[in-house]
């Protein structure tokens, strides 16, 4: 496992704060699934990163790549970014994911919101580069888990294009809200003179 992809990037100094994108942020906290979509180079994860650095909610974060696009992978990686929000619950769903049957049936996912029950105060978990997993089952099993997301639980979800998630129940209509392309995207105009050329490549490549 590569513990690098459940550490935050680093913010660059030399940004200039989004007050329009931050108001919104403010709202993660009375939602249980924030989606965050816009083409590559919008500044999303970087508006998100800098929202975090003022939440006083835990947080927990996973990078993605291609090469989480398998069930086990995937889910490996989740349960290790939620062990830092309740402890153990990582090596609790280890010998689930060990049965391709029991990972079918969604019993790791069970585990996972059991657990994820326990935790002693509200938190957040952020997926990057959400766009890089397109196998069914996973994202199947992230419809599933969306959809009985324990109370304390607040999942920011940051990717490229409109996800492929099943997020039409209605018990999840008034706890859900989507920030597109019209309040992420960072146009050109919108960079001052002042900021240096390469905090301006750091925005576009986040």
Not at 20 to 31: D, G, I, N, P, S
Not at 133 to 141: F, Q, T, Y
Not at 178 to 188: A, D, P, T, Y
Request: net charge positive.
């Amino acid at each position: 496992m590569l513990k690098a992809k459940l550490q935050a990037p680093v913010v660059n100094q030399k940004i200039i704060s989004r007050e329009k994108l931050q108001r919104k942020f403010r709202r993660v906290r009375e939602c249980h699934l924030t989606l965050v979509t816009a083409p590559a180079g919008s500044g999303k994860t970087t508006a998100v990163l800098e929202w975090l650095g003022k939440c006083d909610l835990p947080w927990a974060w996973l990078s993605l790549d291609g090469g989480d696009n398998q069930p086990v992978t995937f889910w490996r990686y989740v349960g290790a970014a939620l062990d830092k929000m309740v402890g153990g619950i990582a090596k609790d769903t280890e010998y689930v994911l060990a049965s391709s049957e029991m990972v079918k049936a969604h019993i790791h996912l069970n585990i996972l919101i059991d657990r994820l029950a326990e935790a002693p105060t509200d938190f957040l978990l952020v997926l990057d580069d959400l766009h890089e997993i397109s196998e069914p089952s996973i994202l199947k099993g992230l419809s599933y888990l969306i959809d009985y997301l324990p109370v304390k639980m607040h999942l920011i979800l940051i990717r490229r294009r409109e996800p492929e998630l099943d997020l039409a129940r209605q018990r999840i209509k008034w706890q859900a809200q989507w920030l597109g392309n019209k309040i992420c995207v960072f146009r050109k105009k919108k960079f001052p003179a002042f900021i240096r050329p390469e905090a301006i490549a750091f925005l576009r490549r986040n």
